[in-house]
């Protein structure tokens, strides 16, 4: 009885196991079919930042908005330890992206405590904020001749350092070209258009590249309250000889206009290009607004918030340093880093309490 009891039990036995093998082998091939092919999709999008349909989106697949302020990089003019300031960027004022400004070619006072453009990244990604490294030699004009092939070994150089680094973005250059002419566009898509071949073709990165407008980046041309032409805009008339060109399609292009006095005449303006652009799908950032301390350039700012915020567009202020009157604090320098309190600060200016409630939530769509 008990040898028939222990057969039928070893043969039952046996084949529970059977089936608990094959199930898990199933299982196993299933979960090892999901991880290859979930490789392939890292493999194919490399946890990049991407932009799609004229949004920006981030590593893990959100829509991404930029909450950002430009800050000292080499070379750049204005002292301060800007790898110092990341505590107070990041968790202080709430800031997702900073703009690195720095300048290449010299003319400047430099200071050694700014910090390399190396420790600037490392400090700023490595705390998983987006650091857009912008030239800022030519405001108002172009690199040219010489200066743009120290532009592009620059560039060359950046992006084969950083092509694994998704949150190293490249801003060409600050607020190029100042007069009005059909030479200014050409030279606008010829010193993009280089940088691009070489970060994309020879380095093969494929980082957010940032494109600023001309006009001094204020894209318009123009001091008045009409619309913006399209002959005229660099960005809302010409982006696409950007993304296509050289026979082939450059994606994860993101282009930026500054706001100051070409667009203080009319909010209806403001909200007229911005739609115009998103009607494009033409993904847009504000990559500077500001105001002095003396009110100066207030109203682009107002317009900004009641229309690129409800747009949800991303904007980045000007500046971190308060070494030109556009000032975050009435401390010292006016600089970001004074704040006299991370949780209820008593010494901002205006513009530095626009840009505290944006970056805490006390607008809409925040």
């Known amino acids: 009885m008990f040898n028939h009891w222990f057969q039928g039990k070893m043969r039952t036995s046996i084949l529970a196991f059977t089936a608990l093998a094959l199930a898990a082998f199933a299982t196993v091939f299933a979960i090892g079919s999901f991880a290859l092919d979930n490789h392939d999709w890292l493999a194919q999008n490399r946890g990049n930042f991407e932009v799609r349909n004229g ?3 981030a590593p893990n697949g959100s829509e991404f908005l930029i909450k950002g302020t430009n800050i000292n990089g080499p070379d750049y003019g204005w002292p301060g330890n800007t790898p110092s300031y990341v505590d107070l960027v990041a968790d202080c004022w709430n800031f997702n992206t900073v703009r690195v400004n720095v300048r290449l ?23 998983g904020l987006v650091t857009m490294v912008e030239a ?53 898509l010829k010193v993009h258009q ?36 399209s002959e005229k805009s660099a960005i809302l008339g010409n982006s696409q000889k950007l993304i296509n060109f050289n026979g082939k399609r450059y994606d994860n292009l993101v282009f930026s206009v500054h706001f100051y006095d070409q667009w203080r005449f009319s909010q209806t303006k403001m909200a007229d290009y911005l739609d115009r652009a998103s009607s494009q799908e033409i993904p847009l950032i504000i990559g500077e607004y500001g105001v002095e301390t003396n009110g100066e350039y207030k109203s682009p700012v107002e317009f900004m918030f009641n229309t690129a915020v409800p747009r949800n567009l991303g904007r980045i202020v000007w500046a971190w340093w308060g070494g030109d009157r556009f000032d975050l604090t ?37």
Not at 142 to 158: A, C, I
Not at 336 to 356: A, M, R, S
Request: charge should be negative; charged fraction near 30%; include cysteine.
């Open 55 to 57: 949004k920006i989106f």
């Open 105 to 127: 070619l010299g003319g400047k006072e430099s200071y050694d405590e700014n910090g390399t453009i190396e420790e600037i990244i490392d400090v700023y990604t490595g705390r």
């Open 136 to 188: 800022h030699d030519h405001t108002g004009s172009y690199y040219e001749g010489e200066d743009l092939e120290v532009l592009k070994d620059y560039y060359r150089d950046l992006a084969t350092t950083y092509k694994n680094n998704p949150y190293v973005w490249f801003n060409v250059m600050n607020e190029p070209g100042s007069h009005e002419s059909s030479d200014n566009i050409d030279k606008w």
């Open 194 to 229: 280089e940088v691009i071949k070489v970060i994309r073709d020879e380095v093969g990165a494929d980082n957010i590249i940032v494109i600023d407008g001309h006009y001094w980046g204020q894209d318009v041309g123009e001091w008045n309250s009409k619309m913006v032409s």
């Open 330 to 366: 009435t401390t010292d320098n006016g600089g970001g880093h004074h704040i006299d309190n991370c949780e209820n600060p008593t010494n901002l200016t205006w513009l530095g309490k626009q840009v505290w409630k944006d970056n805490h939530g006390e607008y809409p769509r925040n």
